[in-house]
């Protein structure tokens, strides 16, 4: 089973539409979360951490659900730069200096004008 | 400024050759990675380093060799036991304690 799990799509939506993307985790102890972004043909870059309490950062929304060990983002307001493979990310042993991180496969977006 | 960088951006590969792909860094990071992504694929993690002269086995380490005798540098080698290299591969590096990792732009490794 893989430790990261989520849907690979691909979305296609219009801009200015609400999408999310869902992912889960198979280990219970993992303890840090995020959402990277990678373009295509290019590398990961971070786009944000996921807390227990839910945070923004302008029209992205990440929320961590512990109990169903599962992470969302929710992009508002679709713009067509948002078209990206979001691939999330989960690091089992935070309190290690490794910081491992484990990859789902990501899930591609593309947003039409 | 600041930065990883991995060259070259393209490699080609003939059957039974040993290829070292480049990852040099002036974060003043500790620890780095290497990464195969896959088409359609999560990253997976060939080989890591936490300090200089040290490495580790990632999940897909068979068929790779690395080397960290430099802190700004950790340098992969793709050897002919690798039967199936083709692949684009990340190198990336974070602060000990810290969690977020930095990623190079990257090399795509093609077999002829």
């Known amino acids: 089973r893989k430790e990261v799990e989520q849907d690979p799509g691909p979305f296609n939506v219009p801009e200015g539409a609400t999408v999310a993307f869902n992912c889960t985790y198979s280990?219970?102890?993992?303890?840090?979360f995020f959402w990277y972004r990678q373009d295509c043909r290019k590398e990961p870059k971070l786009l944000m951490s996921?807390?227990?309490s839910g945070n923004e950062d302008g029209r992205f929304t990440a929320q961590l659900n512990r109990a169903s060990q599962y992470i969302s983002l929710l992009i508002r307001d679709s713009k067509l730069s948002d078209s990206a493979t979001y691939l999330c990310v989960v690091i089992l042993d935070r309190g290690s200096t490794l910081g491992r991180l484990y990859f789902g496969r990501g899930t591609q977006l593309t947003v039409w004008p | 400024d600041g930065g990883i960088t991995q060259s070259p951006k393209y490699l080609f590969r003939k059957e039974g050759q040993n290829v070292t792909l480049s990852c040099e860094q002036n974060l003043n990071h500790d620890a780095m990675y290497w990464y195969r992504q896959d088409p359609g694929q999560g990253l997976r993690l060939i080989y890591y380093s936490q300090i200089v002269n040290d490495f580790q086995k990632g999940d897909i380490a068979e068929g790779y060799s690395v080397s960290r005798e430099k802190k700004e540098s950790f340098p992969l080698t793709v050897t002919s036991a690798q039967k199936n290299p083709t692949a684009f591969y990340l190198c990336?590096?974070?602060?000990?304690?810290?969690?977020?990792?930095?990623f190079g732009p990257g090399t795509r490794l093609l077999v002829l």
């Open positions: 996921v807390y227990s």
């Open positions: 280990n219970s102890a993992s303890q840090s």
């Open positions: 990336a590096s974070k602060r000990t304690y810290q969690e977020t990792q930095y």
